[in-house]
T-cell receptor
Framework: NAGVTQTPKFQVLKTGQSMTLQCAQDMNHNSMYWYRQDPGMGLRLIYY???????DKGEVPNGYNVSRLNKREFSLRLESAAPSQTSVYFC???????????FGPGTRLLVL | EDQVTQSPEALRLQEGESSSLNCSYT??????LFWYRQDPGKGPEFLFTLYSAGEEKEKERLKATLTKKESFLHITAPKPEDSATYLCAVQADTDKLIFGTGTRLQVFP
């Protein structure tokens, strides 16, 4: 079992460019999440999907969109990247909404 | 306002020197408290879930406890491989999951 996988591992963008971060889990979990982690601020929830077919905004959704493609996959899209979106992005999944979560290895994004 | 505070921000220990990390919270109804370990450059790794005051969980040198206002992660006779950032998260009745900013632990031989 790979658990939660994320691609890419690292990305550099210019301001205004778009990109999609991919996430997949093989644990048959119902719920999936996208977080960003910035120094001194802890993990902040961007969007989550409690179950296949549903998505909800988290604490910091502005500038992002998500798609729950199927039960396994949950993608995060930046339509027009800004330097403030420079961060480390983590995807996570859980069997039950907001219960014990399992995290991917992260995507390090630098927006110039 | 729901809040989770971890202390200290950083902790340096000699190998074998036991200590405790604190996670204090103010939320509108606790549904669960989670401890994670995060190594540099990696994603958080699940350690424990606690649901009610008085509950305790143990794993190797780690023991997590919970009261109505805070949780402690006790580390007994730590080894250098225990060096990591330890994160606490609280699930509130409002269906929010709030993470603390973590305690960075360094254990020296």
């Amino acid at each position: 079992n790979a658990g939660v996988t994320q691609t890419p591992k690292f990305q550099v963008l210019k301001t205004g460019q778009s990109m999609t971060l991919q996430c997949a889990q093989d644990m048959n979990h119902n719920s999936m999440y996208w977080y960003r982690q910035d120094p001194g601020m802890g993990l902040r929830l961007i969007y989550y999907s409690a179950s296949e077919g549903t998505t909800d905004k988290g604490e910091v959704p502005n500038g992002y969109n998500v798609s729950r493609l199927n039960k396994r996959e949950f993608s995060l899209r930046l339509e027009s990247a800004a330097p403030s979106q420079t961060s480390v992005y983590f995807c996570a999944s859980s069997e039950v909404p907001l219960e014990t979560q399992y995290f991917g290895p992260g995507t390090r994004l630098l927006v110039l | 306002e729901d809040q989770v505070t971890q202390s200290p921000e950083a902790l340096r220990l000699q190998e074998g020197e036991s200590s405790s990390l604190n996670c204090s919270y103010t939320v509108s109804g606790l549904r669960g408290l989670f401890w994670y370990r995060q190594d540099p450059g990696k994603g958080p790794e699940f350690l424990f879930t606690l649901y009610s005051a008085g509950e305790e969980k143990e794993k190797e040198r780690l023991k997590a406890t919970l009261t109505k206002k805070e949780s402690f992660l006790h580390i007994t006779a730590p080894k250098p491989e225990d060096s990591a950032t330890y994160l606490c998260a609280v699930q509130a009745d409002t269906d929010k999951l709030i993470f603390g900013t973590g305690t960075r632990l360094q254990v020296f031989p």
